[in-house]
């Protein structure tokens, strides 16, 4: 085939395959390996030494950034793998669950904040396997502002300011608690309509 023949062919041009070691599946990785660290410094010396809550603080929000990092650069630069698509779902949710967990078992946070955010994470996780074979819902604006206000709520919790930071953070963690649930009914929701048009397709 010529040169002229190739370029009128698009399919005859194949684009290169996304290497699966690239800068957006390190840091997704890097975020995993950060979790135990992270835990070893909330814990040590029985979770409550000032300094150490400091040195976790700075983990936590060093792998929250890298959330945000790798996912742009995935998008940017055309990064996407199979990997990083369930890879960096898998880091985010540990990160959480782990800081939630931690927090609940030093008695700094009630288990029932930690036990609705995880479930409705669960639930979700669960729902996307439910529709997967009728499409793929997209991240919303709301599941955004979740993450973020999640992000910072642990982060204040985490920080060792004494008792005036008490309602901040049942305000910001409040906040991140009532958009989680808000967020989840909405994937519920659009679940349900992506799975119904599913079907009608498939009766067609």
């Known amino acids: 085939m010529t040169a002229d023949g190739a370029a009128s062919n698009p399919q005859a041009v194949r684009p290169e395959p996304v290497p699966l070691v690239n800068i957006a599946n390190i840091l997704?990785?890097?975020?995993?390996?950060?979790?135990?660290?992270?835990?070893?410094a909330l814990f040590w010396d029985g979770g409550?030494?000032?300094?150490?809550?400091?040195?976790?603080?700075?983990?936590?929000?060093?792998?929250?950034?890298?959330?945000?990092?790798d996912g742009d650069l995935a998008?940017?630069?055309g990064l996407v793998t199979d990997f990083g698509k369930i890879a960096d779902p898998i880091a985010d949710k540990a990160l959480t669950g782990a800081a939630l967990i931690g927090l609940s078992v030093l008695g700094d946070l009630?288990?029932?904040?930690?036990?609705?955010?995880?479930?409705?994470?669960?639930?979700?996780?669960?729902?996307?396997?439910?529709?997967?074979?009728?499409g793929v819902i997209a991240a919303s604006y709301g599941g955004k502002i979740k993450t973020l206000l999640q992000a910072l709520a642990i982060g204040?919790?985490?920080?060792?300011?004494?008792?005036w930071a008490d309602l901040p953070r049942w305000v910001l963690m409040g906040a991140a608690v009532l958009v989680t649930v808000g967020t989840g009914l909405d994937y519920v929701v659009?679940?349900?309509?992506?799975?119904a048009a599913g079907r009608t397709k498939a009766d067609a």
Do not use: N, Q
């Not at 997704?28 to 070893?40: D, G």
């Not at 409705?120 to 729902?127: D, G």
């Not at 659009?190 to 799975?195: G, N, P, V």
């Open 110 to 134: 009630g288990w029932w904040v930690t036990w609705v955010i995880i479930g409705r994470e669960l639930a979700i996780t669960l729902l996307r396997f439910w529709v997967i074979r009728h």
């Open 28 to 40: 997704t990785v890097s975020r995993l390996a950060l979790v135990p660290v992270f835990l070893v």
């Open 48 to 69: 409550h030494d000032d300094l150490w809550r400091w040195i976790a603080t700075g983990v936590f929000a060093v792998a929250s950034i890298t959330d945000r990092i």
């Open 156 to 163: 204040l919790y985490l920080m060792p300011l004494g008792a």
């Open 75 to 77: 998008r940017r630069r």
């Open 190 to 195: 659009r679940a349900i309509r992506l799975r």
